[in-house]
């Protein structure tokens, strides 16, 4: 069985940085694409960041383009989402899901991991 462990949240000042990081266990992350989600509360869950199974490909959403930046070591079966810049705005959980499509929509995955708590002060 598939499972996935996010790590790296916290409290972070706005300007700041802050690098979440998705282990996967039970399978092997060269087996999948690789995505970022994340929720606020009474929001629905939002499409973040994706890279594909070799890194060639990789699409943030407008709202985190120019901060956020998604990558992925395979060897380590580990994901990354290095924050910069951060905004009160992107106070959320943040999710990390494995699929078989680049897609946005979070019906797309199969996998998610718990979720880790991002908390940006104004």
């Known amino acids: 069985q598939v499972q996935l462990a996010e790590s790296g949240g916290g409290v972070v000042q706005a300007g700041n940085s802050l690098t979440l990081s998705c282990a996967i266990s039970?399978?092997?992350?060269?087996?999948?694409?690789m995505s970022w989600f994340r929720q606020a509360p009474g929001k629905e869950r939002e499409f973040v960041a994706t890279?594909?199974?070799?890194?060639?490909?990789?699409a943030t959403a407008d709202s985190v383009k120019g901060r956020f930046t998604v990558s992925r070591d395979n060897a380590k079966n580990t994901g990354y989402l290095q924050m910069n810049r951060v905004e009160p705005e992107d106070t959320a959980i943040y999710y990390c899901?494995?699929?078989?499509?680049?897609?946005?929509?979070?019906?797309?995955?199969?996998?998610w991991g718990q979720g880790t708590q991002v908390t940006v002060s104004a």
């Open positions: 899901a494995v699929g078989n499509y680049a897609l946005r929509r979070p019906s797309a995955y199969t996998y």
């Open positions: 039970g399978g092997t992350l060269s087996g999948y694409v």
């Open positions: 890279v594909s199974r070799n890194s060639a490909y990789t």
